[in-house]
Nanobody, 114 residues
Framework: QVQLVESGGGLVQPGGSLRLSCADS????????LGWYRQAPGKQRELVAT???????NYADFVKGRFTISRDSAKNTLYLQMSSLKPEDTAVYYC????????WGQGTQVTVSS
């Protein structure tokens, strides 16, 4: 069974940066459209960024210009480079296919606070 493992989260001050990683144990990343999602307390999970098989990317308006999604198919790893972080970016971040088909991982907590 495919297992997704997210990492790289932490506590960062507003305006700071973080890079999240998502490792895929089942080598499915090269076959699917992938995305990063997030879920803030009391809110529904939302799609943040998408990367298509050809490398085209798409972003939610609230992160456009600040976040960059990328993939390394050789390493079966998905990345999310986040910069100019805001307190409202605080959430648990997850990776999955788009639309989500795989079992959700544990996510990685990102907290933006001074």
């Amino acid at each position: 069974q495919v297992q997704l493992v997210e990492s790289g989260g932490g506590l960062v001050q507003p305006g700071g940066s973080l890079r999240l990683s998502c490792a895929d144990s089942g080598s499915v990343f090269s076959r699917y459209v992938l995305g990063w999602y997030r879920q803030a307390p009391g809110k529904q999970r939302e799609l943040v960024a998408t990367i298509f098989l050809g490398g085209t990317t798409n972003y939610a308006d609230f992160v456009k210009g600040r976040f960059t999604i990328s993939r390394d198919s050789a390493k079966n790893t998905l990345y999310l480079q986040m910069s100019s972080l805001k307190p409202e970016d605080t959430a648990v971040y997850y990776c999955n296919t788009v639309p989500s088909r795989l079992r959700w991982g544990q996510g990685t907590q990102v907290t933006v606070s001074s």
